[in-house]
Every structure is written in C-alpha cells, then in structure tokens.
C-alpha cells in the first residue's frame, strides 16, 4: 500500500488525476467510480481536463434503492451533473435504484465481469465504510442490498432537503467486489476522516472496519489531504 499525502484536498485530486491519466495511457478502460463530496475536486479536474473519455467505461459502487435515475438526489443525477454531462463515457453503469432487489445485484456482478475495473476510485465514510458497505459487511461480500447505518443517514443527509428523505437503502457492489479492481484508489480528505483512515491503514483487518480489508489488496494508493494523515 503507497500513501500519499498533500497539503490539500485540491493537490490530492490532482494527483489521483495524474494517476488515472497515467494508467490510461497504459491502457486502463475501465474506471470504478464513486459518489459523496471526497471525489468532486477530481470531477471537477477531469471535466475542465482536454482528456477524451469517450472510449472508457465507468462503473459506480453504489446507488439508494428508490430512487429514480431522474431523481436530483440519485447518485445518476449526481453523476452527471458532476462528470458525464461534461465528459462522456463509452458506457457508464450505476445500479438501477428501482429495481428488483435479485435481479439488478447479479446483473451488475455480470457487468463487472464483463468489464474489469482497471482503476478503482474509492472515498471512505467516517465509520470506514467503503461503497455502501457499513462495519460488519462480509469481506466475501458481493453486489447486494445493504441497510444504511444512521452515522451513515447522518453524513448523507446534507445533500436532502430532510433527513427523512435520505433512503434506508442502497444496492452497493460488495467488498470482494471491489477488491477485484486492479488498482484502488483511496481517496481522503479532513479531519473528519483521520479516524477512519487511521484505523483502515494501521488497524487490525476487520470486518468492523471495512476499508481496512484494503490493506490486502496488491495494488492500493492512499491519496489524503494533511488534515486526513493527522492520525497516521
Ligand atoms: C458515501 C458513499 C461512499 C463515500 C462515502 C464518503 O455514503 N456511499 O461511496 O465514499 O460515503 O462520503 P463523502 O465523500 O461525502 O465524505
């Protein structure tokens, strides 16, 4: 595991743009994506970028069941918004939020074989939850429906107009699903985070802590901002 660690959030999506345009260039297709407020800068780099994305695929980690793709608050409309209405993608997958449950989880497994993810782009939640994968997820874990923890309803719940509008649910790729990714890319910024990112990176591997399961993966870059490194 490398650890990178910059002044600001700003020189740490700059990085991981670096790093994604690198591993481009070798020949990477594929990129998993993630929603929250941890990946915006890097968005907002590859937008303005004079990068062609047009021959890649993206596949996002996660969705809230019963939301529509149209609905302002689903992770597709945040998706667009934030980097496909600017910057087009051959194909891009996010699980379909109004879906039956059995269905769309074996059906997005079957996409990610399909289309191996070169380049994984992952944030953390403050209880170390990777995807939508809350503590306690089985690191033999796929594609499933997952209940959200209320920490989790709480950090979410500024991007609604009340919290009851944030959905208990969400279908998420699983942990060993996104173990399979070639590369990761850890994302972390704040204060808020160096808890989680100290527990995730120095802890023991847990499945209280799901993004320490990372440590076992071959090919993981942590890219934080200082305040995120403050624990380490
Ligand atoms: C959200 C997402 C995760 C994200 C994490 C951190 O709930 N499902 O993919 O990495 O929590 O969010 P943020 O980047 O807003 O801190």
Redesign the pocket.
């Known amino acids: 595991m490398k650890i990178i660690v910059k002044t600001t959030a700003e020189e740490a999506s700059k990085e991981a743009f670096e790093l994604i345009q690198k591993e481009m260039e070798k020949g990477a297709k594929v990129l998993g994506l ?6 915006v800068k890097l968005y907002d780099i590859m937008r303005k970028s004079a990068v062609d994305f047009s021959g890649m695929t993206a596949i996002n ?2 969705e809230y069941t019963g939301l529509s793709a149209d609905d302002p608050n689903s992770y597709h409309a945040f998706m667009k918004e934030q980097l496909f209405n600017a910057k087009p993608f051959k194909k891009s997958y996010i699980p379909d939020g109004m879906a039956d449950e059995a269905k769309e989880c074996a059906h997005y497994e079957e996409i990610i074989k399909e289309n191996p993810i070169d380049v994984q782009i ?4 403050t209880n170390g ?4 994968n809350e503590p306690g997820t089985a690191f033999d874990s796929k594609t499933q429906k997952v209940a959200l923890l209320q920490a ?1 309803i709480d ?2 719940k500024r991007f609604f107009e009340r919290e009851e509008d944030v959905p208990r649910f ?1 279908y998420s790729m699983g942990i060993q699903t996104i173990l399979c990714a070639k590369k990761i890319i850890l994302l972390a910024f704040g204060k808020q ?1 160096a808890e989680a990112v100290q527990k995730a990176l120095e802890g023991p591997v847990t499945e209280a802590m799901p993004a320490s399961v990372l440590q076992r993966h071959p090919n993981v870059i942590v890219i934080l901002d200082e305040d995120a490194a403050t624990l380490l």
């Open positions: 993630a929603t929250g407020s941890t990946p980690l996660d992952l944030g953390i939640g939850h990777i995807g939508f989790t950090a979410n969400a985070k």
